[in-house]
Every structure is written in structure tokens, then in C-alpha cells.
């Protein structure tokens, strides 16, 4: 008899960004959770476009994408503004979920030794 085993995959809940003039990231913010079953978590991914802190909220944390939404907007208004007052437009949007993953996927690396799809 073979044991089953949960495999485990990253998949974003909410995920936003602005960007800089010509493009580059400037800051991000979103959900991602880690699915593994019973075993599943969720991680907060926000702050500089090129090196965001990556948290695990708490495990009671009920997924509420409508909160995610707006806790990433309210994440990203500092940044949005501050490009709109150099003249140029911009607004939020979604970043891509590989780029977002891999935060979480380095953060879980790093400090759990954790491999993650």
C-alpha cells in the first residue's frame, strides 16, 4: 500500500503593484496562500517592488479576498501618489502570480528549508 501525500502549491489570493516610469516595480502587495490540505497557510507579501517582506499570518486568518483587496490598496496609495506627483500616471495593478510566488517560495527556502511548487 502507497501513503498518500499533499503536495503543496502556491497560488495568490489578491496580488498589486505599481510601477516605477519605464516600468520597473516599485512596491507590491498581496496574498498568497500555501494549499497542503489541513496544512494549508497564508502569507502576506508587501513593501519594495524588489525586496517585499514575506509574513505568514495567523492560522485563524479567514480568506477574505474583498479585505485582501483593500488592504493591498491601502498597501500601495503611498507609492501611487508618489508617482502621480512626478507627472506621471499610474495605477495599481496585478502583479504576476510566478513573480509574487516567488517571494514566498524563496522566504519558505530560506527559513524552512521548505521546496514548494
Known amino acids: 500500500m502507497v501513503a498518500s501525500r499533499t503536495v503543496a502549491k502556491l497560488l495568490v489570493l ?3 503593484m505599481v510601477q516605477e516610469p519605464g516600468g520597473a516595480p516599485l512596491a507590491v502587495s498581496g496574498y498568497v496562500v500555501l494549499s497542503a490540505g489541513a ?4 502569507f502576506s507579501v508587501r513593501g519594495p517592488g ?12 479567514t480568506i477574505d479576498l ?3 483587496q483593500k488592504e493591498l490598496e491601502a498597501d500601495l496609495q503611498a507609492d501611487l ?11 495599481i495593478q496585478p ?11 524563496a522566504h519558505l527556502l530560506d527559513t524552512e528549508g521548505l521546496e514548494v511548487d
Not at 502583479?95 to 517560495?105: G, H, K, N, Q
Request: aromatic share 6%; glycine share 4%; charged share 25%.
Open 14 to 16: 489578491a496580488s498589486g
Open 39 to 42: 496544512a494549508s497557510r497564508i
Open 50 to 61: 524588489r525586496a517585499p517582506k514575506v509574513e505568514e499570518l495567523p492560522a485563524a486568518t
Open 66 to 68: 474583498r479585505r485582501f
Open 81 to 91: 501618489a508618489a508617482v502621480r506627483a512626478k507627472g506621471h500616471p499610474a495605477h
Open 95 to 105: 502583479s504576476s502570480p510566478d513573480w509574487l510566488c516567488a517571494f514566498v517560495r
